[in-house]
C-alpha cells in the first residue's frame, strides 16, 4: 500500500509541475515540440508500427531476473523486489529520458550521426557532453555483454545437467562458475561482432532484428511454460506467493502481441531479410536436438 501510495503522489506532483511547467515560456515551447513537427504520428501509423521492433530489441534481457533466481541468496524476498522494480526503470531511463529529448529538441532536428543526449547536453551547457556519452555507452554495452554470457553460460550448464548438451558444460571451476560455458559464450559473442567489420551498414539492423525474434521465442516459450504449469500444477500456483495477474488470459493476449510483431517485421523491408533467415537457427535447433536424443 505504501508503495502505491509513493507512486501516485509522484504522479500527481509531476503532474502539478507539468501545468506550472506549461506557464512558462519554455513549457509552450515543450508543448510545441511535442506536437508539432508532422503531430503524433509524422511517418503515419506504420512507422509508429515498426518502432515496436527496437523497444523489443531494447528490452532483451528483462528476463535474465529469473536466471538469476538460482545464485540468488533470498529469491522470494530478492526476485519480486527485482521485477516490482521494472516498469518504473522503464517509466524512468526510457520514457523519462525520450520525453525530456523530445521537450527540448523536436524529432526531425535529431541525427542518426550524433546522440541526441549530447546535443541536449551541449544545450545545458556541458561541453564534455560526448565524452559523458561514451561512458555511460560503453559501460551500458559492458554490462549488456555481460549479462549474456552470464545467462548463456548458466543455461549451457543446466542443459548439460539434464544431458542436452556436451559434459563439458556442466564443469565447475573451483569458483563454482562454469567456465567452460562462460568461454564458449565469449567466443559466440566475440564472432557476432565481426558482423560490424564486414557489414558496417547492415550489422546493427540485422543484429537488433535476429536479437528481437529469437527473444520474442524465449519469451513465448516462457508464457506456454507458465500456461502449461498452471494447468498440470494448480495447487503450486495457488501456494505461490507471487503470481502474475490475470492469468492464463495475459499468457494468451501477450502471445498474439507477439504474433502481431512478427507480422510486421515481415512487412518491413529492413527487417523481412532477417525475419527469412532466422528459422535457419530454428531448423538447425531441431537437427541437433534429434542429433542428441538418439
Known amino acids: 500500500?505504501?508503495?502505491?501510495?509513493?507512486?501516485?503522489?509522484?504522479?500527481?506532483?509531476?503532474?502539478?509541475?507539468?501545468?506550472?511547467?506549461?506557464?512558462?515560456?519554455?513549457?509552450?515551447?515543450?508543448?510545441?515540440?511535442?506536437?508539432?513537427?508532422?503531430?503524433?504520428?509524422?511517418?503515419?501509423?506504420?512507422?509508429?508500427?515498426?518502432?515496436?521492433?527496437?523497444?523489443?530489441?531494447?528490452?532483451?534481457?528483462?528476463?535474465?531476473?529469473?536466471?538469476?533466481?538460482?545464485?540468488?541468496?533470498?529469491?522470494?524476498?530478492?526476485?519480486?523486489?527485482a521485477i516490482n522494480k521494472i516498469p518504473v526503470r522503464i517509466l524512468l531511463f526510457y520514457v523519462g529520458a525520450l520525453f525530456v529529448i523530445l521537450t527540448i529538441n523536436p524529432w526531425d532536428t535529431l541525427s542518426a550521426a550524433s546522440s541526441p543526449f549530447v546535443q541536449v547536453f551541449a544545450l545545458v551547457g556541458i561541453p564534455i557532453a560526448a565524452g559523458l556519452i561514451n561512458f555511460v555507452v560503453l559501460t551500458s554495452a559492458a554490462s549488456a555483454g555481460n549479462s549474456g554470457m552470464f545467462s548463456t553460460s548458466r543455461m549451457l550448464y543446466s542443459l548439460s545437467n539434464n544431458k542436452q548438451a556436451p559434459k563439458a558444460y556442466g564443469k565447475l571451476n573451483k569458483n563454482a562458475v562454469p567456465q567452460n560455458g562462460l568461454i564458449f559464450s565469449a567466443v559466440v559473442v566475440s564472432i557476432g561482432a565481426l558482423l560490424s567489420y564486414f557489414m558496417p551498414d547492415d550489422a546493427f539492423s540485422i543484429v537488433t532484428t535476429i536479437s528481437a525474434i529469437c527473444f520474442i521465442w524465449v519469451w513465448s516459450i516462457i508464457l506456454i511454460s507458465h500456461i502449461i504449469y498452471k494447468k498440470r500444477h494448480p495447487e503450486l500456483h495457488k501456494t505461490s506467493v507471487f503470481k502474475a495477474p490475470l492469468t492464463p488470459f495475459i499468457n494468451y493476449l501477450v502471445l498474439a502481441f507477439f504474433l502481431f510483431l512478427l507480422v510486421i517485421m515481415g512487412i518491413s523491408e529492413s527487417t523481412r531479410t532477417s525475419l527469412l533467415l532466422t528459422p535457419i537457427w530454428f531448423i538447425l535447433l531441431f537437427v541437433l536436438y534429434k542429433v542428441r536424443k538418439k
Open 1 to 81: 500500500m505504501i508503495k502505491i501510495i509513493t507512486i501516485v503522489a509522484l504522479i500527481a506532483i509531476g503532474i502539478i509541475l507539468l501545468i506550472i511547467g506549461f506557464e512558462t515560456d519554455s513549457g509552450k515551447v515543450a508543448v510545441s515540440n511535442l506536437w508539432e513537427h508532422g503531430g503524433l504520428f509524422p511517418n503515419g501509423a506504420f512507422g509508429f508500427l515498426m518502432a515496436f521492433q527496437m523497444v523489443v530489441f531494447a528490452f532483451v534481457g528483462v528476463e535474465l531476473v529469473g536466471v538469476a533466481a538460482a545464485e540468488t541468496a533470498n529469491p522470494k524476498k530478492n526476485i519480486p523486489s
